[in-house]
């Protein structure tokens, strides 16, 4: 059924580790094939053999217009029509970072490619600007493969953390405090111990990274309560978040409602509309001290590229609330379709939901509040259900630790088309793993 992509995966691990450039798309945790795609075209992917496919995945994240979206196209072909780098200024870099300061609390902002490269930016900010070189990070939460954040947590509560992958020096993960997520005594405790040593917390706004676990109420709120208290700098990721939860970001739901604001922000994803551009930002003290107007370094020779940038822009620019409402209604009519069917079939599960983001958690387990729950999921159940998905033509994230993601062109004929394979793939989940 997928002979091509199986010829593909045996030319790709020939050249690539694991055939794959990013490890989750190996297939690595539901086994399998990973499905080569030649073409995407509004909720609809396309693979090599020609099989189409809902996608649920949206590039992680980013197609929140769904693919090859027209008003995207022609803002791509007509920056690429004018050259695709000069590494110099321009002009469409400075009216994406306009946008984003318009929807987001923060003052100023830099374009990087990546939102490894935010994080890894927005860290060294954070360090440079307090003089201090600890970071506290939660368990579960990604925020790329920068060093010291792939760090996990040592033997007691508010000891540094010890390296989550060969690789990573100890000294480096030893910056690193990695508590669990939704703990304020966690937290509390680390501050307590080392307070005046640490130059950053870093939180996704709302994980995404481990299934959908988002934040208790008002857990953010002291997160940057905590932070200030302790001359800390709070920083949001919005990688995931920015731009998809809603035109503000998780921000929007939370911080601006709650009446606090981030020290830094790092976006990606949403706003390179496809492409590679992300950013970091913040207070304008802060970001003043970035080179060339203040001493800590940092630098790009494609950041704020004017293909991407056209992209990100025309990406933001047609997210109006329309779009947004349109994304909320496909997520929410999906997930609590899912969630029904598998109760109709007597598949053990937990929706957990964060606005338009949601994942299913197989298996009789309580809410998920943090890593150590989301990791006792029937993972074998999740893998049956992915595959009879995928097998009626529906694209899920191929890994339980992942959120799903809708767009915009998840018209009525996309949503039903998910809607039918629900129900042999709730059998598949009930049949499988631990509900057996
Ligand atoms: C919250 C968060 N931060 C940072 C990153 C890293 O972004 P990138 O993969 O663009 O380096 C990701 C990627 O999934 C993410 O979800």
Not at 137 to 163: E, I, N, P, R
Not at 170 to 194: C, G, K, M, W
Not at 238 to 266: I, K
């Amino acid at each position: 059924m997928s002979s091509s992509s199986l010829q593909w995966f045996d030319r790709a691990r020939a050249v690539t580790p694991g055939g794959v450039n990013s490890p989750v798309r190996a297939f690595a945790a539901v086994g399998g094939t990973p499905r080569f795609m030649r073409s995407g075209s509004g909720a609809w992917l396309t693979d090599v053999d020609g099989a189409t496919y809902v996608d649920l995945v949206c590039s992680w994240g980013p197609m929140l217009l769904g693919h090859a979206h027209p008003g995207v196209l022609a803002a791509v072909g007509d920056a690429i029509a004018r050259g695709t780098s000069y590494g110099t200024p321009t002009t469409t870099e400075v009216e994406l970072a306009e946008e984003i300061v318009a929807r987001t609390p923060v003052e100023l902002v830099r374009l990087v490619s990546s939102g490894t490269e935010a994080t890894m930016s927005a860290i060294r900010l954070a360090r440079g600007f307090t003089g201090r070189d600890l970071v506290v990070k939660f368990a579960g939460c990604y925020h790329g493969h920068v060093d010291s954040l792939l760090a996990q947590a040592g033997s007691g509560l508010a000891t540094l953390g010890v390296s989550s992958t060969p690789g990573v020096p100890a000294s480096a993960a030893a910056q690193t405090i990695v508590l669990p997520y939704n703990d304020r005594a966690a937290v509390d405790a680390a501050f307590a111990e080392h307070g005046d040593s640490i130059a950053c917390l870093i939180t996704e706004a709302s994980p995404g990274n481990m299934g959908v676990v988002p934040p208790q109420p008002g857990f953010n709120a002291f997160l940057a309560e905590t932070c200030t208290r302790h001359g800390a700098l709070f920083v949001s990721d919005e990688v995931m978040t920015g731009f998809r939860v809603s035109r503000s970001g998780q921000w929007g739901t939370d911080g601006a409602v709650e009446g606090w604001t981030p020290d830094l922000m790092t976006f990606g994803k949403v706003m390179g509309g496809g492409f590679p551009a992300a950013a970091f930002g913040g207070r304008a003290d802060v970001m003043a001290m970035l080179s060339p107007q203040g001493p800590v370094y940092q630098a790009g020779t494609l950041s704020g590229n004017p293909v991407a940038t056209a992209a990100g822009l025309a990406t933001l620019r047609y997210a109006d609330e329309a779009v947004y409402a349109r994304v909320d209604e496909v997520a929410s009519v999906i997930s609590q379709a899912a969630s029904k069917e598998l109760d109709a079939a007597g598949a053990p599960h937990r929706l957990q939901t964060n606005g338009n983001m949601f994942s299913i958690f197989f298996g009789d387990l309580p809410p998920v509040t943090d890593y150590a729950t989301a990791q006792t999921q029937d993972t074998d159940a999740f893998k049956a259900f992915f595959h009879a998905m995928l097998d009626q033509g529906v694209y899920l994230p191929p890994s339980a630790f992942e959120a799903w993601f809708c767009s915009s062109a998840h018209n009525d004929r996309a949503v039903q088309h998910v809607l039918d394979a629900l129900p042999t793939a709730a059998r598949a989940a009930a049949s499988t793993g631990r509900a057996r």
